[in-house]
């Protein structure tokens, strides 16, 4: 794809972001094809986010990454997103609700980097995966319906706007992650007090550190690599829920803590 198109697709999907007005799709001239398509016009609208307000990209969101995830998107491959500075918040937050089109909460681990992970020479191993983690966090993204037809949009389109990324709240930092067993961990989403669903560590592609592989590895085929202190949300323990007005999330991740955000509206 020429490099103007690839500017004038993210630039409709930067005023998308900042634009409470749906999307039915990218006009087709500027409409990625595939998913190397995808990452570049998602690169281009970073940039644009960055330069206007955003703040730096501070991570990254795996999505896809469970298969009550992949089942309820209809895709069968981790996908990925950044996240921003300004779109970073900590519990407990109250966010309004207006500022959004339609958002959605997500359960998710979220680990902070130590060390560089770079499998551009050799894929790296669990145990380095493991040794790369200096703190974890429970954590919720907030994702955001911003389309008329969100089933209808094609992954490569969703994968150019961050997979539907809006913000993130973190929770509790620990920094004593050595007794913390991930595979079994449980996480649980509440919706106004009431339990809405349930995960365990190991729907992650088999285990949380794989997702955070894979995600190396992915990087690798671009020429990139992880870097220490970046925030990685490694995929939802629990099917997206949807919110109204008013409606309060709270997230638990055992042996890590909890994570609030009102949403008010």
């Known amino acids: 794809m020429e490099k103007d198109l690839i500017i004038e697709a993210a630039g409709n999907l930067f005023n998308l972001r900042t634009q409470l007005v749906s999307l039915e799709n990218l006009p087709e001239h500027c409409r990625p094809r595939d998913e190397k398509e995808a990452y570049a016009i998602q690169d281009e609208l970073h940039r644009q986010f960055t330069e206007h307000g955003f703040g730096s990209r501070i991570g990254y969101k795996i999505g896809c990454t469970t298969p009550v995830m992949q089942a309820y998107m209809s895709i069968d491959h981790p996908c990925v997103g950044g996240i921003f500075e300004g779109r970073n918040h900590y519990s407990p937050v109250s966010l309004d609700y207006n500022a959004f089109h339609a958002p959605g909460v997500e359960c ?128 939802s323990l629990v099917q997206c829920h949807w919110l109204k007005p008013n409606d309060t999330a709270h997230i638990k991740i055992a042996g890590l803590g909890s994570v609030t955000a009102k949403f008010s509206g």
């Open 108 to 235: 998710e681990i979220a680990v902070e980097l130590s060390k560089i992970l770079d499998a551009r020479g050799q894929p790296i191993s669990r145990e380095e995966a493991k040794g790369s983690i200096a703190a974890l966090y429970p954590a919720i993204e907030v994702v955001d319906d911003r389309y008329k037809d969100i089933m209808a949009l094609g992954t490569p389109t969703l994968i150019a706007d961050d997979f539907c990324q809006s913000a993130v709240v973190l929770g509790p930092k620990s920094k004593d992650t050595k007794g913390i067993d991930l595979e079994t961990v449980t996480g649980q989403t509440f919706i106004n007090d009431v339990e809405v669903g349930n995960g365990k560590g190991r729907d992650v592609l088999g285990h949380p550190l794989n997702a955070l592989i894979w995600l190396t590895n992915h990087l690798a085929l671009r020429n990139r690599f992880l870097y220490a202190g970046e925030i990685i949300f490694l995929g």
